[in-house]
């Protein structure tokens, strides 16, 4: 069964850059892969996408300030955001597209972020 | 951007009742696009339905999914004690390519 991990620091200074990291047990799969994030008490917001191959589609309205790689090794899926504010802390997921990549079928646990100094 | 109003923000029911769950698009939605997802307290989102109307593996029957155009509905048609949880719906748009979320429905306990 596929399963997704994150890591990363759990706390980032504001105006730092925010760097997480998703391990795919099953990375050798041609999948599009997808960071999201949930502040505290709301909703859900998609970030960006990846597919195996490196292509990228990001959220518009975060797009000045992320990015997401592939690997190395190619089991893993980075995100970088940068200039973080206390509006970007939340718990961010990462997620596997499902085919046909119009939904998010297999989700890690999570991993909290606080942006503090 | 699409834009997803679900509604009631919150609805509190008892177990074996049925639920129904709205979520209006701002602009029309291809069903394909349409899925819904359910999030425990402090777990992950898991994957409901996709295409409107398509039960994800290992999803019990009693989760249904309809609806097309602006408007669609996730039903449960007997509410069992692990239902109770908050429930999004999510689009897909092709240009730009992107992802957006309903602000939830939360199903509390009566």
């Known amino acids: 069964q596929l399963q997704l991990q994150e890591s990363g620091p759990g706390l980032v200074k504001p105006s730092e850059t925010l760097s997480l990291t998703c391990i795919v047990s099953?990375?050798?799969?041609?999948?599009?892969w997808v960071w999201s994030r949930q502040p505290p008490g709301k909703g859900l917001e998609w970030i960006g996408s990846i597919h195996h191959s490196g292509n990228t589609y990001y959220n518009p309205s975060l797009k000045s300030r992320v990015t997401i790689s592939v690997g190395p090794p190619k089991n893993q899926f980075s995100l970088r955001l940068s200039s973080v504010t206390a509006a970007d802390t939340a718990v961010y997921y990462c997620?596997?597209?499902?085919?046909?990549?119009?939904?998010?079928?297999?989700w890690g646990k999570g991993t909290t972020v606080t942006v503090s100094s | 951007e699409v834009v997803l109003t679900q509604s009631p923000g919150t609805l509190s029911l008892s177990p074996g009742e049925r639920a129904t769950l709205s979520c209006r698009a701002s602009q029309t939605v291809s069903s394909s696009y349409l899925a819904w997802y359910q999030q425990k307290p402090g777990q992950a989102p898991r994957l409901l339905i996709s295409g409107a109307s398509n039960r994800a593996t290992g999803i019990p029957d009693r989760f249904s999914g309809s609806g097309s155009g602006t408007d669609f509905t996730l039903t449960i048609s007997r509410l069992e004690p692990e239902d109770f949880a908050v429930y999004y719906c999510?689009?897909?748009?092709?240009?730009?390519?992107?992802?957006?979320f309903g602000q939830g429905t939360k199903l509390e306990i009566k």
């Open positions: 999510q689009q897909y748009s092709s240009s730009p390519r992107m992802y957006t």
């Open positions: 099953d990375g050798s799969s041609p999948y599009y």
């Open positions: 997620a596997r597209l499902g085919v046909p990549y119009y939904y998010m079928d297999v």
